[in-house]
């Protein structure tokens, strides 16, 4: 009976997914092969469900997405990054100074440990953050669910963002999208760059590898014109649907009933950082001459993943946004473990002994 529960949850999974991401595609809502997947995930999950999707799977959806990412990278990009140098490190900056401010007032108003706000406030890969405060101390459930409703936040925002200021150009690109195109060699080569790129990412212990490795050897062997990556359409929804199906699914009861005393600082913090990136995104605009929806999404809050998939059928400057999100996610990286350590020092409130 629990086997064949299973299976029904699995096509009922399959079944609503499938018919949210269809009517999310006829109303041009970006990211539809990924919305429809996490939005269906997250109902089913916090209604009970047990199922999972096998780690390896996101482990190569990753990979797949590292690919894209390649895919529309440039050399032009690093040029434009340079030349920009001074604002590009202001937006890096302030984003970690406006995480910092985010993680201290939650700890500071909340009855979160200091740990457990300071790595579930942080704006990098999710995955990352997730894996990483295990070994500092926080609470593993809590840190997840502070991510991953700020993926859900920034998701739902940037999709809604997006489909507002995609023009009738780009709409009519999106209809005319091949579903499936006749493959050839370069399918899989392709193939074989995220398998090996994937695998030495994850062998080497990097943070986000599987994802990384792929989409900085895939950049440099394109660039160079060693190989032409080709992900066709529907092998890239499969990899949107998985990412969705494993954010979605982390949103359990047991976890969510443990953040609900804390609920209202922890949206009012995600939310305050999501405003605090919108500011910024317009100063970029201004600065830089670039259209909104590049700014926005260059400064968005993560994650990596679904900033990556939202971005690809937006008609943006794709190789900017995610060179300033690589450039971001390294950058808390390398800050996370300090800045937690800092805060989860100093901003809890000192309590007085009743003795």
């Not at 440039?74 to 590009?88: D, E, P, Q, R």
């Amino acid at each position: 009976m629990a086997k064949r529960s299973s299976i029904l949850q699995w096509v009922l999974l399959l079944v609503c997914s499938l018919t949210l991401s269809l009517i999310f595609l006829h109303f041009h809502v970006p990211a539809a092969m990924m919305l429809g997947p996490m939005i269906t995930a997250v109902i089913m999950s916090l209604c009970g469900t047990k199922i999972r999707v096998d780690s390896r799977l996101f482990i190569s959806a990753q990979a797949v997405l590292g690919c894209m990412i390649a895919k529309n990278l440039s050399a032009s990009t690093l040029g434009s990054l340079a030349a920009n140098w001074s604002i590009v490190l202001f937006v890096v900056v302030a984003t970690l100074l406006a995480s910092f401010l985010s993680g201290w007032l939650l700890v500071r108003f909340s009855s979160l440990p200091g740990t457990t706000g300071a790595w579930g406030s942080s704006p990098g890969g999710a995955a990352a953050m997730v894996a990483m405060s295990e070994d500092y101390g926080a609470d593993m459930r809590l840190v997840a669910f502070m991510q991953y409703l700020r993926v859900l936040f920034v998701s739902a925002s940037a999709a809604i963002v997006a489909h507002l200021m995609i023009d009738e150009n780009v709409r009519t690109v999106v209809r005319e999208v091949i579903w499936f195109p006749p493959l050839d060699r370069r399918f899989f080569t392709t193939l074989a760059l995220a398998a090996i790129a994937g695998w030495l990412g994850r062998r080497l212990r990097v943070p986000s590898g599987t994802m990384l490795f792929p989409m900085i050897i895939g950049a440099g062997l394109q660039t160079s014109e060693v190989l032409t990556i080709q992900l066709p359409e529907w092998f890239l929804a499969i990899a949107y649907a998985i990412i969705g199906w494993c954010v979605g699914l982390r949103f359990n009861r047991a976890v969510f009933i443990l953040a609900l005393r804390t609920l209202p600082q922890i949206v009012a913090s995600i939310l305050g950082l999501m405003v605090l990136c919108a500011l910024m995104s317009v100063a970029l605009t201004e600065v830089l001459g670039m259209d909104f929806l590049t700014a926005f999404l260059a400064t968005s809050p993560g994650g990596v993943e679904t900033v990556a998939i939202i971005a690809a059928g937006s008609g943006v400057d794709m190789s900017f946004v995610m060179a300033m999100q690589t450039l971001r996610l390294f950058s808390i990286l390398l800050t996370g473990p300090t800045t937690a350590k800092f805060i989860s020092r100093y901003a809890p409130k000192q309590r007085i002994s009743s003795s």
